[in-house]
């Protein structure tokens, strides 16, 4: 079966600090791969989403940004953070076969900008 | 482009009672719907999901959903509420050939004892 993995689960970083949160998924092969980002509690931003190793494709522009070493392995990122960085960041995955594909969502990793 | 619309914020319900949560589409093409449920502090659980085939979906905890074509909606459902079933609920589509779902912006359940 497979399993999605996000760490840390918290994280609180002062302004102007680099971020760094990741994300593995087990079990399958060249996984589509997303970032969303959840404020207040409600409803998801896409981030970014990577079709394989290396490609990465940007939703919005910010000052994070997302890379994906290896298969199954997505990090995202930031040189500095802002406080409106604060927020729920949760992975998914899905299968690559199409567009009927579910996907399945990793715990999430709260991050509390100060 | 696609949307999906949840049209209540929250939905209060008492326990042993039925519960419908909302959800309303728009997509060119066929549409490829989803539930997730999401508890406090958690990642968001797959529910259920509608691809072709009959209209009523059944899918986990005794969710049920039910794919209405001319409506275009996908409302949840089930027959018996529990406290337990407390959350905030997302519906989502696809379609178009794109394989970037589309979600709501959310309906907080609360079941009350």
């Known amino acids: 079966s497979q399993t999605i993995h996000q760490w840390p689960a918290t994280l609180v970083q002062p302004v102007g600090s680099p971020l760094s949160l990741e994300c593995t998924v087990e079990?399958?092969?060249?996984?589509?791969l997303y970032w969303y980002r959840q404020a207040a509690g409600r409803g998801l931003q896409l981030l970014f989403y990577?079709?394989?190793?290396?490609?990465i494709s940007s939703e919005v522009p910010q000052n994070l940004s997302a890379s994906r070493p290896q298969d199954r392995q997505f990090i995202l990122s930031s040189k500095k953070l802002l406080l409106s960085d604060s927020g729920f960041y949760l992975c998914?995955?899905?299968?690559?076969?199409?567009?009927?594909?579910?996907?399945?969502f990793g715990p999430g990793t709260r991050l509390t900008v100060l | 482009a696609q949307s999906v619309a949840q049209p209540e914020d929250q939905v209060n319900v008492a326990e042993g009672n039925p519960l419908t949560v909302k959800c309303t589409y728009s997509?060119?093409?066929?549409?490829?719907l989803f539930w997730y449920v999401q508890y406090p502090n958690r990642g968001l659980q797959f529910l259920l999901k509608?691809?072709?085939?009959?209209?009523l979906v059944k899918g986990s905890y005794g969710f049920e959903a039910e794919f209405n074509k001319s409506q275009t909606s996908f409302h949840l459902k089930k027959p018996s509420a529990l406290v337990s079933d407390s959350a905030l609920y997302f519906c989502?589509?696809?379609?178009?050939?794109?394989?970037?779902?589309?979600f709501g912006r959310g309906t907080s359940l609360i079941v009350h004892p």
């Open positions: 998914a995955w899905s299968r690559t076969s199409g567009t009927t594909d579910t996907q399945y």
């Open positions: 079990g399958t092969s060249n996984p589509n």
């Open positions: 990577s079709v394989g190793i290396g490609q």
């Open positions: 997509v060119s093409g066929n549409p490829y």
């Open positions: 509608y691809i072709t085939g009959d209209n």
């Open positions: 989502a589509v696809r379609g178009g050939g794109s394989y970037i779902p589309t």
